[in-house]
């Protein structure tokens, strides 16, 4: 789960796929919204985008490390990121998104994700984000910047999630017992958690461009 070269949806046969695949990825989001899975989301060769009024975290921790991926034409590919882990966080409205360009005989095709809006926050615990660009409002406690990122693990974040994720120990890393984010808007490559409980949960696919933001 922890490896950044993940299967995602490369959406070949489309038309042929598309019924089955929602329908199972339906039954994983059900699982999901009742905190039975562990959760990995990522799109081979694409980023996606991401939403919230608010995350509040403990145990926050970032270093920049470098994703291993393959492109949608299963050629290899490198995204430098930022990862942000947290112990324990909780995401008010949180919308992810990602668009597929350019399917035969569909054009684009958009998934949306929308959890958390309804009173009750979702709910995650080792929660790791690879962040390509962010823009939020943050209040951080206790802060430590400039950490070594190879002493992560003895500090109050999580640490690294390792797998093929390449991160450089000795490079420059912060860390902080409680981050408050609001009005969040990112662009990431893969999102992994140990628990990821989506409070609301509702999944729609449509034609176009429909994006968070």
Request: hydrophobic residues 40%; glycine residues 14%; contains cysteine.
């Amino acid at each position: 789960m922890e490896s950044q070269v993940r299967g995602g949806t490369r959406w070949k046969r489309f038309a042929v796929v598309m019924v089955p695949s929602v329908a199972a990825t339906a039954a994983i989001g059900v699982a999901l919204g009742q905190g039975a899975l562990a959760a990995s989301f990522s799109v081979s060769g694409q980023s996606f985008k991401v939403t919230a009024d608010r995350l509040e975290g403990t145990g926050f921790s970032q270093y920049g490390a470098i994703d291993q991926g393959y492109t949608l034409k299963g050629e290899k590919a490198a995204h430098p990121v930022a990862v942000s882990a947290f112990k324990s966080a909780d995401i008010t409205n949180m919308c992810q998104s990602v668009v597929t360009p350019d399917l035969p005989f569909v054009g684009s095709v958009s998934l949306t994700l929308k959890a958390g809006g309804k009173g009750t926050p979702v709910h995650a615990e080792n929660l790791y984000i690879d962040i390509e660009d962010l823009s939020a409002d943050a209040t951080f406690k206790n802060i430590d910047i400039g950490v070594a990122a190879g002493d992560m693990k003895n500090g109050p974040g999580p640490g690294m999630k390792g797998g093929k994720e390449m991160a450089n120990g000795f490079g420059f890393g912060q860390q902080a017992e409680t981050a408050v984010l609001t009005d969040v808007k990112q662009t990431a490559w893969a999102t992994t958690a140990g628990t990821f409980k989506l409070s609301g949960l509702k999944m729609s696919l449509s034609k176009g461009v429909k994006e968070c933001y």
